[in-house]
């Protein structure tokens, strides 16, 4: 079976709220919001994480403790695993430069999220499609 989160392209599971993101489309699922396609699920992951970088969630501890709280998940487990999957270390200071990074981020967040690997080019084609995040 396909997991919720590829079944609404919307690979890293974020959850209705006022916020409209490109590419966001009326779905099915009560608790999450779906996509028309990978990439713009991505890409709207990529902006939220541009938004946490603005407030100073600027690690992986940091993005996770605020992506999936422990009152909901095994947070300690999700950073580890972001970590592992990832290469980044989990306290190191991301900068709005670290796109080769972010995309790596979100690759393995995406992982966690729905137990199986990420298809690169569409975390990369998500990437390309906003502008909070830059490789340099």
């Not at 779906?34 to 969630?57: D, E, H, M, P």
């Not at 980044?88 to 979100?106: C, H, S």
Request: charged residues 20%; glycine residues 8%; hydrophobic residues 40%.
């Amino acid at each position: 079976m396909i997991p919720r989160g590829l079944r609404n392209n919307n690979p890293l599971n974020i959850r209705h709220s006022a916020d409209r993101f490109q590419g966001e489309i009326a779905g099915h699922d009560k608790s999450f919001k779906s996509f028309s396609s990978l990439a713009y699920g991505y890409r709207a992951a990529f902006v939220i994480l541009g938004t946490y970088l603005s407030q100073g969630c600027n690690t992986i501890e940091k993005i996770i403790s605020r992506w999936a709280p422990p009152a909901e998940n095994n947070t300690d487990s999700y950073i580890f695993q972001v970590e592992k999957y990832s290469g980044v270390p989990r306290n190191k200071v991301l900068t709005p430069a670290g796109g080769a990074e972010y995309i790596m981020i979100v690759a393995a967040m995406s992982f966690v999220e729905n137990g199986q690997n990420a298809d690169i080019a569409q975390v990369q084609a998500g990437f390309n499609l906003q502008s909070k995040i830059k490789i340099e």
